[in-house]
């Protein structure tokens, strides 16, 4: 009754823990969130391979192939089966599948065990040169796509995972463009971590003019702090720093009396015709 989620890792053989090919060599049966990457055609021979792509050519949404790979895991599971579930990565970096495991395997009597694995987010911040600290976020192109301002600080650099069509590419830009210039320099990364990665800078406008894939993110620098003594930020959360700090006691006098009631005279009404 054991459910171990094993993490692939990026997508080289290389990258497979010793943790992790130990999980995958003793198991039976192996099931596969997808089929479509690297490091499959590299695992132990001996466990019986099953894989969930054809949930994804006839659900619906991500949302649907995600509550149908984990009904029939914990279904199996459940049956008094241990069984090794692997995924692309790491485990609990962007997987929708782990979570919805995670929130229900207690209730079905099912034991999980997490075998971590590198994520994309490593290889691909070796091959931009950048560290993850201060302040990456990592984001969904598909919750980019559907916004219409991006969910993203843009004081702070941002990766966004799942940019793997066209149209993504093309949605994903036109909501970035609501807060970045449209000649903003991004990276688009491929195959991190594997002999065919590539990372290419462009301006933001190119993205959907460029190949992308399943194995395709996007790398999003800060927008560079205004000149001056006093750096400005960009973000709404760097105004808000900024009013806070005018309305703390080593501020600004005038900032601190301020009500809503004294700054209304301040506001520009347009005439009424
Ligand atoms: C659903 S997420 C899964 C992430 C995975 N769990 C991990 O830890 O790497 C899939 C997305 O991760 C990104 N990705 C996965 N492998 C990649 C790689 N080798 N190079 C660049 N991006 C990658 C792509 O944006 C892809 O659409």
Same mark, same amino acid.
């Given at each position: 009754?054991?459910?171990?989620?094993?993490?692939?890792?990026?997508?080289?053989?290389?990258?497979?823990?010793?943790?992790?090919?130990?999980?995958?060599?003793?198991?039976?049966?192996?099931?596969?969130?997808?089929?479509?990457?690297?490091?499959?055609?590299?695992?132990?021979?001996?466990?019986?391979?099953?894989?969930? @792509?054809?949930?994804?050519?006839?659900?619906?949404?991500?949302?649907?192939?995600?509550?149908?790979?984990?009904?029939?895991?914990?279904?199996?599971? !459940?049956?008094?089966? @241990?069984?090794?579930?692997?995924?692309?990565? @790491?485990?609990?970096?962007?997987?929708?599948?782990?979570?919805?495991?995670?929130?229900?395997? !207690?209730?079905?009597?099912?034991?999980?065990?997490?075998?971590?694995?590198?994520?994309?987010?490593?290889?691909?911040?070796?091959?931009? $040169?950048?560290?993850?600290?201060?302040?990456?976020?990592?984001? @969904?192109?598909?919750?980019?796509?559907? !916004?219409?301002?991006?969910?993203?600080?843009?004081?702070?650099?941002?990766?966004?995972?799942?940019?793997?069509?066209?149209?993504?590419?093309?949605?994903?830009?036109?909501?970035?463009?609501?807060?970045?210039?449209?000649?903003?320099?991004?990276?688009?990364?491929?195959?991190? $971590?594997?002999?065919?990665?590539?990372?290419?800078?462009?301006?933001?406008?190119?993205?959907?003019?460029?190949?992308?894939?399943?194995?395709?993110?996007?790398?999003?620098?800060?927008?560079?702090?205004?000149?001056?003594?006093?750096?400005?930020?960009?973000?709404?959360?760097?105004?808000?720093?900024?009013?806070?700090?005018?309305?703390?006691?080593?501020?600004?006098?005038?900032?601190?009396?301020?009500?809503?009631?004294?700054?209304?005279?301040?506001?520009?009404?347009?005439?009424?015709?």
């Amino acid at each position: 009754m054991t459910l171990t989620i094993v993490g692939l890792g990026p997508g080289d053989p290389d990258d497979l823990t010793r943790r992790a090919w130990k999980a995958l060599s003793e198991a039976d049966e192996v099931y596969l969130r997808t089929r479509h990457h690297p490091t499959v055609e590299h695992l132990p021979a001996g466990p019986e391979l099953h894989s969930f @792509d054809e949930v994804y050519e006839t659900a619906e949404s991500f949302d649907a192939v995600y509550d149908t790979i984990v009904d029939r895991l914990l279904k199996i599971a !459940a049956s008094g089966r @241990d069984i090794v579930y692997a995924v692309p990565g @790491d485990p609990m970096v962007a997987e929708g599948t782990v979570t919805r495991i995670l929130e229900r395997a !207690a209730g079905q009597g099912v034991d999980v065990q997490i075998v971590n694995g590198v994520s994309f987010v490593e290889p691909t911040l070796a091959l931009i $040169g950048v560290d993850a600290l201060p302040g990456l976020q990592l984001v @969904d192109a598909i919750d980019v796509a559907v !916004a219409y301002h991006p969910p993203i600080n843009p004081d702070y650099p941002a990766l966004v995972a799942q940019v793997y069509s066209r149209q993504v590419a093309s949605d994903v830009k036109l909501t970035l463009m609501n807060q970045y210039a449209d000649d903003h320099p991004v990276w688009l990364v491929r195959a991190a $971590g594997t002999a065919e990665q590539s990372a290419q800078e462009m301006p933001l406008y190119e993205i959907d003019r460029q190949p992308v894939d399943h194995l395709t993110a996007l790398y999003v620098p800060p927008v560079p702090a205004g000149g001056g003594k006093v750096p400005i930020a960009t973000s709404f959360e760097g105004f808000q720093n900024t009013i806070a700090h005018l309305r703390a006691p080593e501020g600004c006098p005038w900032d601190r009396e301020q009500t809503h009631e004294t700054l209304r005279q301040h506001l520009w009404r347009r005439p009424l015709r």
